[in-house]
């Protein structure tokens, strides 16, 4: 009996771990015929294609073909730019039936090469759906279609006293509906949780052109499977939000921020103890940049760089933000935070800047913020979002460099920089690998050897950018087979021509 049992439970799970996506059609192409299509519906302006009677030069689609960091290379001879939820709907449920590729397109900052299409699949571009929808400022609730600039939804709930819930560097370019289809973590994650929590509805055209109007403005909706999580995160390949649903947090009425020098990385770890419980409710961002990447981002104007005095020794620093409800009294606290790290026996910090005005508040959060555009100003960044033990970030970035020094890979004319920088608060590590240019070797030399490094720690080889091209094959070393079959399951579901971003996520 239980050898029968055990055989059962084995061939059940073999089952589920050869589980592949059902057969599907190849896809096609767009002809002159469907451009003729969306005509019907779409203005002229809204068609951006290659092909006859609008062809425009490639190079016009070029912002729309490559990627933020130049790494990753579409070519779609088709982007279009719809108005309205009825016109997305239209788009998908014509290019399911024609079988076409579709790439969602937000703002294109993603970091993992989603956003642009592997081959000359359709790129559809949300810019268009730029309008807020309703924002009631006694709940905070904030609805709005999902191309509104993450920047300019801040200004618009600001008047309000009323912040969004996520805050990132690429914030002047990314879109709501993309930061929701990836899952973004960035700088309030510590104060403000995840868009699992913050989004309470969504509208999304599903791959077949159904609209599914789920944004629901509730706090407390227990009626069943609660679909929206499903494309929180899902990068575009189960359908294409239209709209989203957002709670948005009172401001602040007193943010305060002060930069901590730091002689070793040994002591990020006992220094995050100690804000922690002396800041306590008060305490809203806890970042962290080595040593390097503060040299980056200084070297290319982002933020005021510290006096020579002040970085002198400093192996890294940190980044402290609180957010309170009354100034005087955050003030104390941080003041006597200072106090008692740079008065203590043993001091875990060197020195603290603390910001004096909101210009200088700016300038420290640019020194952290910045750190992104530095390292791609720097030259080719090789980007792994780690979620690692915070004990092991150090050990991870050294670790890489000693690798690649190993490799004989470290070098001017190879790999520049290797550096870590992240939020820390999240136990989530940005480390970089700054290269003069992409190569094969290099790539080679950090893959798969990052990602065994990540799971040997029981980490996860995305914290927040998400898997996009660029992880589909690294996928296993943070998922089981199981969840990987179930993905799978998911997304013939509900994509069974597998149209929506293809090859972004599962293989
Ligand atoms: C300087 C800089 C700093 C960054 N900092 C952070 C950070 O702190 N935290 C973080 O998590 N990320 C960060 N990122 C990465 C990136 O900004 C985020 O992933 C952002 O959420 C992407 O939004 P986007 O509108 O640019 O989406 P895009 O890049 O256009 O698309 C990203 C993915 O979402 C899909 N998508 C986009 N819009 C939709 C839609 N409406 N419906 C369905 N799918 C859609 C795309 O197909 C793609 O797979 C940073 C990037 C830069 C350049």
Same mark, same amino acid.
């Given at each position: 009996?239980?050898?029968? #049992?055990?055989?059962?439970?084995?061939?059940?799970?073999?089952?589920?771990?050869?589980?592949?996506?059902?057969?599907?059609?190849?896809?096609?192409?767009?002809?002159?015929?469907?451009?003729?299509?969306?005509?019907?519906?779409?203005?002229?302006?809204?068609?951006?294609?290659?092909?006859?009677?609008?062809?425009?030069?490639?190079?016009?689609?070029?912002?729309?073909?490559?990627d933020w960091m130049?790494?990753y290379?579409?070519?779609?001879?088709?982007?279009?730019?719809?108005?309205?939820?009825?016109?997305? #709907?239209?788009?998908?449920?014509?290019?399911?039936?024609?079988?076409?590729?579709?790439?969602?397109q937000g703002g294109n900052t993603g970091l993992v090469g989603g956003s642009v299409?592997?081959?000359?699949?359709?790129?559809?571009?949300?810019?268009?759906?730029?309008?807020?929808?309703?924002?009631?400022?006694?709940?905070?609730?904030?609805?709005?279609?999902?191309?509104?600039?993450?920047?300019?939804?801040?200004?618009?709930?600001?008047?309000?006293?009323?912040?969004?819930?996520?805050?990132?560097?690429a914030?002047?370019?990314c879109?709501?509906?993309g930061n929701?289809a990836t899952?973004a973590?960035?700088?309030?994650?510590?104060?403000?949780?995840?868009?699992?929590?913050?989004?309470?509805?969504?509208?999304?055209?599903?791959?077949?052109?159904?609209?599914?109007?789920?944004?629901?403005?509730?706090?407390?909706?227990?009626?069943?499977?609660?679909?929206?999580?499903?494309?929180?995160?899902?990068e575009g390949?189960?359908?294409?939000?239209?709209?989203?649903?957002?709670?948005?947090?009172?401001?602040?009425?007193?943010?305060?921020?002060?930069?901590?020098?730091?002689?070793?990385?040994?002591?990020?770890?006992?220094?995050?103890?100690?804000?922690?419980?002396?800041?306590?409710?008060?305490?809203?961002?806890?970042?962290?940049?080595?040593?390097?990447?503060?040299?980056?981002?200084?070297?290319?104007? +982002?933020?005021?760089?510290?006096?020579?005095?002040?970085?002198?020794?400093?192996?890294?620093?940190?980044?402290?933000?609180? #957010?309170?409800?009354?100034?005087?009294?955050?003030?104390?606290?941080?003041?006597?935070?200072?106090?008692?790290?740079?008065?203590?026996?043993?001091?875990?910090?060197?020195?603290?800047?603390?910001?004096?005005?909101?210009?200088?508040?700016? #300038?420290?959060?640019?020194?952290?913020?910045?750190?992104?555009?530095?390292?791609?100003?720097?030259?080719?960044?090789?980007?792994?979002?780690?979620?690692?033990?915070?004990?092991?970030?150090?050990?991870?970035?050294?670790?890489?460099?000693?690798?690649?020094?190993?490799?004989?890979?470290?070098?001017?004319?190879?790999?520049?920089?290797?550096?870590?920088?992240?939020?820390?608060?999240?136990?989530?590590?940005?480390?970089?690998?700054?290269?003069?240019?992409?190569?094969?070797?290099? +790539?080679?030399?950090?893959?798969?050897?990052?990602?065994?490094?990540?799971?040997?720690?029981?980490?996860?080889?995305?914290?927040?950018h998400g898997?996009g091209a660029m992880?589909?094959?690294?996928?296993?070393?943070?998922?089981?087979?199981?969840?990987?079959?179930?993905?799978?399951?998911?997304?013939?579901?509900?994509?069974?021509?597998?149209?929506?971003?293809?090859?972004k996520?599962?293989?």
């Amino acid at each position: 009996m239980l050898s029968l #049992s055990r055989c059962t439970a084995r061939s059940i799970s073999l089952r589920a771990l050869r589980a592949h996506h059902t057969q599907r059609p190849p896809l096609n192409s767009v002809t002159e015929h469907d451009l003729a299509h969306f005509a019907k519906f779409l203005d002229p302006p809204a068609i951006l294609s290659t092909l006859p009677p609008v062809s425009l030069p490639a190079d016009e689609l070029d912002q729309f073909n490559n990627d933020w960091m130049g790494k990753y290379h579409g070519s779609s001879t088709t982007v279009l730019k719809p108005k309205t939820t009825q016109q997305v #709907s239209e788009i998908v449920k014509w290019c399911n039936e024609r079988c076409i590729g579709i790439v969602p397109q937000g703002g294109n900052t993603g970091l993992v090469g989603g956003s642009v299409p592997v081959k000359d699949e359709v790129i559809l571009s949300l810019a268009n759906m730029n309008k807020v929808r309703s924002f009631d400022p006694v709940s905070g609730i904030l609805v709005a279609d999902a191309g509104c600039i993450l920047q300019s939804l801040t200004d618009y709930v600001a008047p309000h006293n009323h912040i969004m819930p996520i805050d990132l560097g690429a914030k002047g370019s990314c879109q709501i509906g993309g930061n929701v289809a990836t899952n973004a973590g960035g700088l309030r994650l510590l104060r403000y949780g995840s868009l699992h929590g913050t989004v309470l509805g969504l509208e999304v055209v599903l791959p077949d052109g159904t609209i599914l109007d789920q944004l629901t403005t509730l706090r407390k909706d227990n009626t069943g499977y609660d679909l929206k999580q499903l494309f929180i995160g899902a990068e575009g390949t189960l359908g294409v939000i239209t709209g989203v649903s957002i709670l948005t947090p009172p401001a602040p009425q007193a943010s305060n921020n002060v930069i901590l020098a730091l002689p070793s990385f040994k002591n990020v770890l006992p220094l995050y103890e100690i804000v922690k419980r002396q800041l306590s409710e008060i305490l809203s961002a806890f970042e962290f940049i080595d040593r390097t990447a503060y040299d980056l981002a200084v070297k290319h104007g +982002q933020g005021r760089a510290l006096s020579d005095q002040e970085v002198e020794g400093a192996e890294c620093f940190v980044l402290v933000e609180t #957010s309170g409800g009354r100034r005087e009294h955050d003030e104390e606290k941080l003041a006597d935070l200072l106090e008692s790290l740079l008065e203590a026996e043993k001091p875990l910090i060197n020195t603290g800047v603390l910001a004096q005005s909101p210009a200088q508040f700016a #300038s420290l959060w640019a020194l952290r913020e910045g750190v992104t555009e530095a390292v791609s100003k720097e030259g080719k960044p090789y980007k792994y979002d780690i979620s690692v033990p915070l004990s092991t970030f150090q050990e991870v970035v050294d670790g890489t460099r000693e690798h690649l020094r190993s490799k004989g890979l470290l070098g001017d004319h190879a790999v520049k920089h290797v550096i870590g920088y992240g939020h820390v608060g999240d136990g989530n590590l940005h480390l970089n690998i700054v290269a003069e240019s992409y190569t094969p070797e290099i +790539q080679d030399a950090l893959e798969p050897y990052v990602y065994e490094v990540v799971a040997s720690h029981r980490g996860s080889v995305s914290a927040e950018h998400g898997i996009g091209a660029m992880k589909t094959h690294a996928l296993h070393y943070s998922k089981s087979d199981v969840s990987i079959a179930w993905m799978k399951k998911i997304k013939d579901l509900f994509d069974p021509h597998g149209i929506m971003n293809p090859g972004k996520v599962l293989e």
